[in-house]
């Protein structure tokens, strides 16, 4: 079974990223495979165990979506309701009073994951539709942030703490390369993209490579219409 393959590299990589230590600004960081990983296994269960056309990669989970869903770009509404995945989610070991774990009892919105599946629920309808020959998976489950719950994305790391990282992170997504055997790679956003190519270009893989916007309402272009601009990419690289 696919899913056990992908579960597998899964504990792996959570064993190996627990090992790490992150200095200022850094002083929290979860993991929402490990604390939230009974929707996340329900999500690689239902939908991931098969082959994919296209494989669709984030960079790192958000404080408002994966992070509290255990599904990448995990907002609430979305995964309860469109992918019909709704599940007990524990808290991390060591929480920031400013950025509390509530599950799907979580109020805030996930505006990059309200974007990306609010897209594919409007042109394919269905989830079963979608996954037929996509997948969605993030390169790097960790979420750091700073003592004020300021959100840290991973390209903000040092340079000795992105290796370290990198190391772990690039295994587990050769063993997803390998195990969902996709057609074409695509980046959500550069930090994605880039990640994709060094490990397809490592691991031998052979695919499409391509990317599209990130649907971050950080990103002024995105909040010019990233549906419109994500689909246009898709169609002219020929995904689509």
Known sequence: M???QILAATDLLCLRLKKLRFGEPVTHVYNPLVYARTPHEAYLRRY????KKVLMLGMNPGPWGMAQTGVPFGEIPAVREWLGIDEPVQKPKVENPKRPIEGFACTRSEVSGRRLWGLFAERFKTPDAFFQDHFVLNYCPLVFM???GRNITPDKL???ETAAIQQACDEY?????STFAPEWLIGV??????ALKRVAEDSNYEAKLGRVLHPSPASPAANRGWSEAATGQLEALGVW
């Open 173 to 177: 997504l050769g063993t997803c390369l």
């Open 2 to 4: 696919q899913a056990d």
């Open 189 to 194: 956003g550069a930090y994605a993209e880039t």
């Open 146 to 148: 700073a003592q004020t």
């Open 158 to 160: 040092s340079a000795k």
């Open 48 to 51: 991931g165990d098969s082959p």
